[in-house]
Structures are given as C-alpha cells and as structure tokens.
C-alpha cells in the first residue's frame, strides 16, 4: 500500500539512507535534522507498507516553494513513485513551485516537463562536483 504523509522525526535516518545514496554531494544528518527543525521545511515520504520508498523536502520561499530535495530509493526507482510524490505534492500548492536539475538527469527532467514544469533559467557551472550546468524549473498553479 503506497501512503504519502509528512516524515515523522524518527524517519530522518530512513531519509539520509536515501539522500547518502541518491547524492554526490548528500546532506549530512545534522544537516537534515537542524532543517527539519525549522517551520520552513515540509518533509514528505512516499511509504511502501510503510517503509520509506521516496522523499521531497520544501522550502517555503515567502512568495515560492523550492523543492530543496527529492529522491526515490533505488528500489522502488522505475515504478512511479517520483511522479505520484510530486503529482501529489502539486495537486495541495497555494502558491508557485521552482526546482532545479542537473542538465543531465533525463529521467527527472523527462518527470518535470510532463508534469507541466516550465524551463525559466539555466545556472551555467552550478553544480561545483563536475560544473555541470542546472535547469531551473517553475510550476506555476492555476489561479
């Protein structure tokens, strides 16, 4: 049974298990746990039975959300779950959302696009592991 709900403090390890293997450049847990302390960031997971498969994590930007992170666990990669996180995430916005990729994350970008994200920028040199360039993406709701 798939669940999408916020992430409870004692999941935050369940979280850096994923963002260790999803990242090159991973948040630390100290990292993590100091932001989830904060009423600016939402966590949410996408369960399987459960068990965390997925997270996206929000920054609420006043007049914007910016998805800081999202990640799906290698086992559960290929099966959806990314799509109904974000869909799910989209469907409940008061206001604009922005993300940003790697310009070579084709799987990513392929699930923005089609799910009506909007290419606005590219950040030349963003990433500081390989220079590799980002995209910035805005979902703007329907007024």
Do not use: C
């Amino acid at each position: 049974m798939i669940d999408i709900r916020e992430i409870e403090e004692n999941e935050l390890m369940d979280l850096f298990d994923i963002e260790e293997i999803s990242f090159i450049n991973s948040y630390r847990i100290s990292t993590l746990a100091d932001m989830y302390g904060k009423p600016v960031y939402k966590f949410l997971g996408i369960f399987n039975k459960n068990r965390l498969a997925g997270y996206i994590i929000l920054l609420d930007s006043i007049d914007v959300y910016e998805v800081i992170k999202i990640a799906i666990s290698p086992n559960y990669r290929k099966k959806g779950l990314g799509k109904k996180l974000l869909s799910s995430v989209l469907k409940d916005l008061d206001k604009n959302l922005i993300l940003e990729v790697r310009v070579s994350n084709d799987p990513a970008i392929k699930l923005y696009e089609g799910l009506g994200f909007e290419k606005i920028n590219i950040r030349k040199g963003y990433y500081g592991d390989t220079g590799e360039d980002g995209i910035v993406y805005l979902f703007t709701i329907e007024n």
